[in-house]
């Protein structure tokens, strides 16, 4: 597996404002997410982290709004800028660990950012 | 557009008994497939992976794979109350993105 961390782990914020999030990895991956998990549904992915390149974002979700960061393998950042009510919600990076052996790739979540918004 | 279909629940199992959990998935090029478990304010965490046709053991939890029907399933054998959560099926293709059902809450009652 890995060992995953983010910050803030929770925080409340006044509309039109901007929170950057963290996330931090034990060990150099290829792959990062960031997913969104609004109450109550299930985790859609925003977009995929690339080191060295833009961030591929999701049909929906775009730069401009979700900021993303990748400077090198094993930290990543994701912004929710001009945040409005409707950004409440759960952010959650995740990475993904090849699989060996003819094993699938597979991918671990962080512990996710709780987000309300004001 | 991938879809992955889960029954939301709740579904009450009594201690001990088999909790089956399924899954459908639309797209049929699909070829690797997930259970999450979620606790109430916790992230998903992955317990079983599975992506040939056939079933899968580990412990208590078996992941089941019917790919010429779309369907798959989780059994958990002698259910505890800890293994009330909600349980995620993800699905995904050969280039990573993962497509989430919306869970099913298991309730395991002592």
């Known amino acids: 597996s890995a060992v995953i961390s983010q910050k803030p782990s929770r925080d409340i914020c006044q509309r039109g404002t901007s929170l950057t999030i963290q996330c931090q990895v034990d060990?150099?991956?290829?792959?990062m997410f960031w997913y969104r998990q609004q109450p109550g549904q299930s985790l859609t992915l925003i977009a995929t982290?690339?080191?060295?390149?833009?961030?591929?974002?999701e049909s929906g979700f775009v730069i401009d709004k979700f900021p993303i960061s990748r400077p090198n393998l094993t930290f990543s950042t994701l912004t929710v800028s001009n945040m409005s009510p409707e950004d409440s919600s759960i952010y959650l990076c995740?990475?993904?660990?090849?699989?060996?052996?003819?094993?699938?790739?597979?991918?671990?979540f962080g512990p996710g950012t709780r987000l309300t918004v004001l | 557009q991938k879809e992955v279909e889960q029954n939301s629940g709740p579904l009450s199992v009594p201690e001990g008994a088999i909790a089956s959990l399924n899954c459908t998935y639309s797209?049929?090029?699909?070829?690797?497939f997930f259970w999450y478990r979620q606790y109430s304010g916790k992230s998903p965490e992955l317990i079983m992976s599975?992506?040939?046709?056939g079933d899968k053991e580990d412990g208590r939890f078996t992941a089941q794979l019917n790919k010429a029907s779309q369907y798959v399933s989780l059994l958990i054998r002698d259910s505890q109350p800890s293994d009330s959560a909600t349980y995620l099926c993800?699905?995904?293709?050969?280039?990573?993105?993962?497509?989430f059902g919306k869970g099913t809450m298991l309730l395991v009652s002592p």
């Open positions: 995740s990475v993904e660990r090849r699989g060996l052996g003819g094993q699938a790739d597979t991918q671990y």
């Open positions: 993800a699905v995904t293709l050969s280039y990573s993105t993962l497509t």
């Open positions: 599975i992506y040939s046709n």
């Open positions: 982290a690339n080191q060295g390149s833009e961030a591929t974002y």
């Open positions: 797209d049929r090029v699909s070829q690797s």
């Open positions: 060990s150099q991956v290829t792959m």
